[in-house]
């Protein structure tokens, strides 16, 4: 299967997520600055999420730059993973009217860790899909960035739990900005 008509409906389908996001922050009750300063949790979580939907689009645009053909598992995978991602809209909700608790805290960087997840899985499907495409066998060698993920996640998860829950937010954030600029600081070592 070719992957245009794929990639439009990702594209589509993250729009879409970003769009409900945005229209949860609740409107300031005055307009003063008193009251925009009361909304600073959910316009904090709103642009950590903002930047979880844009890394996710752009790692997947990326991706798909290089992929010649899909199938059935891979569109099955990337259709459970939005599915996952899909709930962001509801957690980002969640974390910005309960910021200091423990449990939608955790629900949103669980829906993170399962998205980390589905990604490898996915990428082990890409691979098996189009065997041949060399880019894409290099391109999906190394893992390490999203074990990395999944790990930071699990010890802000933990941190979480015994300490302070907005730490598991923010460990989604670091691992995206690790994600980002890991491999630039690399490159610039060598």
């Known amino acids: 299967m070719e992957t245009e008509r ?7 389908i993250l729009a879409i997520i970003i769009t409900i996001i945005v229209l949860e ?3 300031a009750s005055i307009g003063t600055w008193n009251s925009l300063y009361e909304l600073r949790y959910e316009f904090i979580i709103y642009a ?3 930047i979880v939907c844009f890394n996710f689009w752009n790692y997947n645009n990326n991706l798909f730059s ?5 199938d059935y598992k891979v569109i099955w995978s990337i259709g459970v993973t939005l599915f996952i991602f899909s709930l962001l809209p509801y ?7 309960n910021f200091y608790v423990f449990f939608p805290q955790f629900m949103y960087g669980l829906c993170f860790l399962i998205t980390a997840v589905l990604s490898l899985l996915t990428g082990k499907f890409l691979k098996e899909s189009d065997p041949a495409n060399i880019a894409l066998q290099i391109a999906l060698s190394n893992h390490y960035p ?3 993920t999944i790990c930071l996640v699990l010890i802000g998860m933990i941190i979480g739990y015994f300490i ?4 598991i937010i923010a460990c989604c954030l670091i691992s995206i900005l690790g994600v980002w600029f ?3 600081i690399q490159h610039c070592l060598r």
């Open 6 to 12: 794929f990639e439009a409906l990702i594209d589509a």
């Open 25 to 27: 922050i609740p409107l």
């Open 48 to 50: 950590i999420s903002f």
């Open 66 to 70: 290089i992929v010649n053909k899909i």
């Open 91 to 97: 957690f980002t909700t969640f974390v910005g009217e």
């Open 146 to 148: 999203m074990y990395g």
């Open 164 to 167: 302070y829950p907005p730490a």
């Open 182 to 184: 890991l491999p630039k």
